[in-house]
Every structure is written in C-alpha cells, then in structure tokens.
C-alpha cells in the first residue's frame, strides 16, 4: 500500500504532507504513518517543529474516510476513533511546536488535526469545517473541545450544529486561525513561523507550551504555582545559563550556532 505521509526535514524543522488523493481524506492506515512519524520526530533532537500540509491545491485534509461507517459496523468505527486519537494525541504531545498549513478544505478529522497543532495558517479560499452532524456522525478526535476552546461555544455550535463552513479570512476574525495568507503560501508561512520558534531554548519552549495548555482549567494562584516551579525547574539547567550568556554577551545561543553548523 501507498505511503499515505512524506516528511521532509528542512533544518530544525520537518515537514509532513498528507498524500490521499483526491481529498487527503484520513484512513487507520494514514492515522498509524502519522502517529509513527511522530514518535520519530519527537525522540529527534535535531527536529523543534513540525508543519504539516496537505498534497496539492484544493484540500489540507476532508477528514475520515467515510468508507469506514458505510456499513454501520461499530468495531471499524471504534479502530477509526482510536486512530484518530493515537494520531492527533502524538501530535498534541510533541515536544516543539507544531503549524498546521491549511492549502484548501479543511473539514471533519482534517480541522481536527489542524486544531491540535499549536499554530494555524490559512490560505485565502480555504473552507473549514466540521461538518459530521450532516451525515449522521460527531466530530471524535477533540473537536468538540478544541473547536469551543478556540472560538467559543457559539461559533462551535454554528460549525458543528449547523454545518457551517467557515471561509478563510472569517476564521482569522473570529479566532480559529492565526493567519492568512495568499494561495500558495501556506507552507512557507507556517515554516517561517516554526523557525520563529525555533530560535527559542527549545526547554523553555516546551515548559511554556505545557503551562498554556494547563492555562484555561486553572486559577490563578494555581497557576501562578506552576509557573514558579516550572521556572526554578529551568534555572540552573545548561540551556538556561547559556541562554541567558548569550543574550548579555551580545552572541548567537550555542543551540542555534549548533543549527546553523547542521545547515552548512
């Protein structure tokens, strides 16, 4: 069978594309590529971000199959939803930072996979969605969460409830991508904003990636608590002295030296 995943390593960031033709829908098979790629990629040191797109112009990713739920088989959907799950569970624990690059639709399992990466850039034209209400389904790979957590629970209720799409340049306005651009530009832009990041002390990164996401269940104080254990956790740590030599000698941190003499 098909590889249904590339990755692409492009300095201290990788690429992943998406190749299911014609839509970029997701099987079990495709859910297991990603999920491996991803245990690979965090275990690399060498890797701090990951971008990930869909093949060609007209879809980052139409979401599941639907092949799997014409029969009504509650077993094969049940391998499906935990696919999912795997999948998008590694993507939400690696390590670095993660951009989605949405090229054209995204909708169903695909804004699902979108909305479990840190950062997400839009294409103008791009239409995205959750449209599984329509045909009888709920979204199963966190979208009900992460969809709310992102827009609130009443544009969540038009995208999910209603079946709305939702055009590119309207999501930006209402909070569910960070950035639009023009067509064709979305992988570009998504690395940009990955190497961004990935100038940062990638312990650092990781420390402050974890306490956003405790961020919104948390109080104040509580998380007031977690900030000053998470930083005495990092002083003292060779990164965090580095770092901090670097900024007062006026020189490039030794981690992006290290990165640079990888480039060459």
Known sequence: MAKQLTVERLGTCAILTHVHPPANQWTIEGLHELRDAL???SDDADIRAV??????EQFFSAGADLKAFRRGDKAEAASLADAFAAAF?????????????????ALGGGLECALACDFMVAERGARLGLPETRVGLVPCAGGTKTLTD???????KRIILGGELVEAEEARRIGLV???????LAKITAISLANRVGMQAPEAVAVARALIAQGPGSTLDGQLAREREALLGLVGRPEQVEGVNAFLDKRRPAWLVEADDEEE
């Open 39 to 41: 245990a690979e990629l």
């Open 51 to 56: 971008v990930l797109t869909g093949e060609g």
């Open 89 to 105: 569970g590694r993507l939400r624990a690696f390590p670095g930072v993660t951009v989605a690059a949405i090229n054209g639709y």
């Open 150 to 156: 992102k827009v609130g629970q009443a544009w969540a």
């Open 178 to 184: 960070e950035e639009v651009v023009d067509a064709g």
